[in-house]
Antibody, heavy 119, light 107 residues
Framework: EVQLVQSGAEVKKPGESLKISCKGS????????IAWVRQMPGKGLEWMGI????????RYSPSFQGQVTISADKSVNTAYLQWSSLRASDTAMYYC????????????WGRGTLVTVSS | DIQMTQSPSSLSASVGDRVTITCRASQSITRTLNWYQQRPGKAPQLLIYAASSLESGVPSRFSGSGSGTDFTLTISSLQPEDFATYYCQHSADTPYTFGQGTKLEMK
C-alpha cells in the first residue's frame, strides 16, 4: 500500500527554524515527484513546490521561492520542507503529495503537518 | 503562471441533486486538469485526472469534462458524504496552481 507519513504537529516561536518530513513507502520513492501544499486556516490549497527524490531536482512556486527549502534523502525515502526563520504567517497545515507519472495529478497525500507559529 | 478560477465559490444543494462546478484556466492547459475533494479536517483526495478520467475507487456519480481553458466537475446525484470542498488544479507546468475552491453545502 502506498503511504506518505508526515511528521507530527509543531508549535514554534517567530524566528525559529523548522524542518518537517514526509516518508514514502509502498512504492519506489525515487521514481515519483513529491509536492508540498500549504493550507492556511480556513483557506484554500496553495502549491508550494516539488522535488524528484531520484536526483533532488526541485521546482518552487514563485510565491514560495526563497521562503522555504524543499529537500529529500533517498536513503530514508523522505522528503522535507524547512524554514530558517518562521513567521506567524507560516501558521498552516502542510501536506505532501505524490505526483503520478502520467498526468501529473497528486494521487496520494499525507495526512498533513500542522505548524503553529506564535509568540 | 497559469491562474485557475473556480465558480461558484459556494453552492447549496440537497441530497439527490445534480451539481456542476466550473473551472477556468488563464491559458490553454489542454486536458491537464485535476479535481480534488476535501472533507473537513482531512487531506484532499484525487477524484478526476486528465480532465475526465475517474481515479480508482471514486464513485461513478462523479464526472469531469472540458479541454483547453474551460472545465466542469459534475456530481450526478448528491450523496451525504459529498458535502465537502472541491478544488481544481492544473498540471500543465509548474507551479501547479489550484483554484480557490468550491464549498458544497447542504441546503
Amino acid at each position: 500500500e502506498v503511504q506518505l507519513v508526515q511528521s507530527g504537529a509543531e508549535v514554534k516561536k517567530p524566528g525559529e527554524s523548522l524542518k518537517i518530513s514526509c516518508k514514502g513507502s509502498g512504492y519506489t520513492f525515487t521514481s515519483y515527484w513529491i509536492a508540498w501544499v500549504r493550507q492556511m486556516p480556513g483557506k484554500g490549497l496553495e502549491w508550494m513546490g516539488i522535488i524528484y527524490p531520484g536526483n533532488s531536482d526541485t521546482r518552487y512556486s514563485p510565491s514560495f521561492q526563497g521562503q522555504v527549502t524543499i529537500s529529500a534523502d533517498k536513503s530514508v525515502n523522505t522528503a522535507y520542507l524547512q524554514w530558517s526563520s518562521l513567521r506567524a504567517s507560516d501558521t498552516a497545515m502542510y501536506y505532501c503529495a505524490r505526483r503520478d507519472n502520467n498526468w501529473y495529478a497528486s494521487d496520494k497525500w499525507g495526512r498533513g503537518t500542522l505548524v503553529t507559529v506564535s509568540s | 503562471d497559469i491562474q485557475m478560477t473556480q465558480s461558484p465559490s459556494s453552492l447549496s444543494a440537497s441530497v439527490g441533486d445534480r451539481v456542476t462546478i466550473t473551472c477556468r484556466a488563464s491559458q490553454s492547459i489542454t486536458r491537464t486538469l485535476n479535481w480534488y475533494q476535501q472533507r473537513p479536517g482531512k487531506a484532499p483526495q484525487l477524484l478526476i485526472y486528465a480532465a475526465s478520467s475517474l481515479e480508482s475507487g471514486v464513485p461513478s456519480r462523479f464526472s469531469g469534462s472540458g479541454s483547453g481553458t474551460d472545465f466542469t466537475l459534475t456530481i450526478s446525484s448528491l450523496q451525504p458524504e459529498d458535502f465537502a470542498t472541491y478544488y481544481c488544479q492544473h498540471s500543465a507546468d509548474t507551479p501547479y496552481t489550484f483554484g480557490q475552491g468550491t464549498k458544497l453545502e447542504m441546503k
